[in-house]
């Protein structure tokens, strides 16, 4: 390619700045391309930064580490049973070549440590191959001062990931904390300690500088690109794709004002995320009603890349789906909180308009919104629905954005959200009445629910019955996890939303990462991967990691076949 007509030009061209961008220009860079990233915001990171950091890697080489085998077909008998043959089996075989050597690499030539979470189980231990853990791996805590003046160009952690909306944590620290196993008062006392004291930065910023989840994920691979030079500009959207003679060889993007010919001779890969932030994909793709707000992700991701990608001829797949989490959505907050572990709590239930529980609660996340939708008619809505808990659950455990009542009684709540947030009621059939749902209905699923919960067997949904269900559950409580009767008042409801992590539609590629046209045929010069290609993993999240997971392997496979290592 010539580099004429071109502002400037490197080899590999990423836009996006998420994990899976980073990864692609680490690789790209070490195998001898020139290579920039492209970031729309002033921040860089995207939901990646914003994440837990957990990437589902079978067979992966930490597992056998914490004493648990795993093997290549077993983990394809797992993908090809919770995809169901929505996904090309290249594709499928693909990433298990790949990402186990990916997770490897960032171990052993940047700066990325990873360590496996054995308790974190598959999303299906039901389904031929799974694993009761392992898989997810996430990354050790970095320290921000390994970033210099970087550091506070990151996004920043999801609200919900921090303790007391400050402190950050590990995913494995979250674990002891949440489930109060022993060593957890010590834990606590540490983080804090390590927060309050680390002066005289205190005085300079409320973040935390030990970073934990998808910031010591992005972190660290700023980190490593720090290392070897690579340049990431900021403040610079990507608006179009150049095309010469059928092939992508560059885009158009602004900076400072100006507009650039960007020049990529061995491509360009597209890691600019989902639609999650724009309202109007979401209306036309997306199963209705969905508002943008009930997003958990970034707020940049409104669909630049796929809509580039579309206007060259690209196909796209899977727009009506999305890596599904129920939120809620808290007023003052920027983006909504994912209510991933509330739901599986002892004596907390999600009831439609009617008063009715309507799903297993603690079924993965991305199942429960799929029954939201399911299940909403204009008689019961699901969407939204309701979560439903009583002064026991209230006082033991963090709810959304409350502490445990023990620790923060609901006189210490902020104003706002006594004032707009929380219901609360002394009697099940006046809480049913404040949030307009049916009060003989909520009283009649209570008084079912509590007879359950008494004996431990959900005789209607099975709730807490298999192991991802009991992994957010209280490990204390007997004879089952996940129930406890609903019984002390005053009995509370939270709002509760089809939010997402990020959508899964997007261009369609092929094992390399290579874009598509609707005939199969690859579209030269372009890949896609994250967010803004479909999904590898179809319709389905099979494991704690399953979106970053298919980033970083996406792009580290782009990277090696655009260079031609493939
Ligand atoms: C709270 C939370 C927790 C999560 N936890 C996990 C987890 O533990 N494991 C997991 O697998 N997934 C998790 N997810 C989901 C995961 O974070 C996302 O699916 C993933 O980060 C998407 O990666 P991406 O590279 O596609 O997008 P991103 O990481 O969002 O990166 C895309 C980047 O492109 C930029 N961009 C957009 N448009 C343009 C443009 N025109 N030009 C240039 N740049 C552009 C965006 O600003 C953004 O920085 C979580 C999500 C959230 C919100």
């Not at 007509?5 to 490197?10: L, N, P, S």
């Not at 669909?303 to 599904?324: E, H, K, S, V």
């Not at 009617?354 to 019961?380: C, H, I, Q, S």
């Not at 009684?409 to 099940?428: F, M, N, Q, S």
């Amino acid at each position: 390619m010539s580099t004429q007509g071109f502002d400037h030009t490197v080899d590999w061209l990423v836009v996006g700045s998420g994990a899976g961008a980073m990864v692609s220009a680490i690789v790209a860079h070490d195998l001898g391309a020139t290579t920039l990233l492209l970031e729309k915001s002033p921040l860089y990171g995207g939901s990646s930064a914003m994440s837990g950091g957990g990437l589902w890697i079978p067979n992966n080489h930490l597992m056998a580490g914490v004493g648990i085998t795993d093997s290549y077909d077993d983990a394809l008998a797992y993908l090809r049973a919770v995809t169901g043959g929505v996904v090309a089996e290249a594709r499928l075989r693909a990433y298990l070549d790949h990402s186990p050597k990916m997770a490897k690499y960032l171990c052993e030539k940047t700066r990325v440590d990873l360590v496996s979470l054995p308790e974190y189980p598959d999303y299906y231990p039901n389904a031929p191959g799974s694993r009761p853990g392992g898989r997810a791996l996430e990354p050790k805590a970095f320290h921000a001062h390994n970033l210099g003046d970087e550091f506070l160009k990151m996004r920043e952690t999801a609200i919900q990931e921090l303790i007391m909306g400050r402190v950050s944590m590990t995913v494995a620290e979250a674990r002891i904390l949440f489930c109060k196993t022993p060593g957890w008062i010590a834990l606590m006392t540490r983080l804090m300690a390590s927060y309050w004291l680390d002066l005289p930065w205190r005085f300079r910023s409320r973040r935390d500088r030990k970073l934990g989840m998808g910031n010591a994920l992005v972190g660290r691979l700023r980190a490593s690109l720090l290392d070897r030079g690579v340049p990431l500009w900021l403040s610079t959207p990507a608006r179009e794709l150049l095309v010469e003679g059928g092939r992508v060889v560059g885009i158009v993007a602004e900076r400072e004002g100006r507009t650039l010919r960007i020049g990529g001779t061995k491509g360009v890969v597209l890691a600019a995320g989902g639609f999650d932030a724009s309202q109007s994909m979401r209306e036309k793709y997306l199963p209705n009603p969905t508002r943008a707000e009930w997003s958990a992700a970034n707020p940049a991701s409104t669909g630049d890349a796929i809509q580039m990608g579309i206007a060259i001829g690209a196909a796209i797949g899977l727009m009506d789906d999305a890596w599904w989490s129920p939120t809620t959505v808290v007023p003052g907050e920027a983006r909504a909180r994912l209510l991933v572990i509330e739901k599986s709590l002892p004596g907390t239930i999600m009831v439609d308009r009617k008063g009715r529980r309507f799903v297993n609660e603690a079924l993965p996340y991305n199942d429960v919104v799929n029954a939201m939708y399911e299940k909403n008619t204009p008689e019961a809505p699901t969407v939204p629905c309701w979560l439903v808990f009583d002064a026991t659950a209230r006082s033991k455990y963090p709810l959304g954005p409350l502490l445990p009542g023990a620790q923060q009684p609901d006189w210490a709540l902020p104003g706002l959200i006594r004032r707009e947030y929380l219901e609360k009621a002394d009697t099940v059939e006046a809480l049913a009445t404040l949030i307009g749902v049916d009060p003989s209905g909520l009283r009649a699923t209570v008084t079912r629910f509590n007879e359950f919960a008494r004996a431990g067997k959900d005789l209607d949904f099975h709730r807490g019955e298999t192991l991802i269900e009991t992994y957010y559950g209280d490990a204390n409580r007997k004879p089952n996890q996940c129930l406890a009767p609903i019984e002390k008042p005053p009995f509370y409801a939270m709002e509760t939303f089809a939010g997402d992590f990020g959508t899964k539609g997007g261009l369609c590629v092929d094992e390399k990462a290579r874009v598509l046209r609707e005939n199969g045929e690859v579209i030269a010069g372009l890949r896609a991967i994250g967010n803004c290609s479909s999904a590898v993993m179809g319709r389905t999240y099979p494991g704690p990691g399953s979106t970053l997971g298919p980033a970083t392997t996406f792009g580290y496979v782009a990277a090696h076949d655009a260079c031609g290592k493939g």
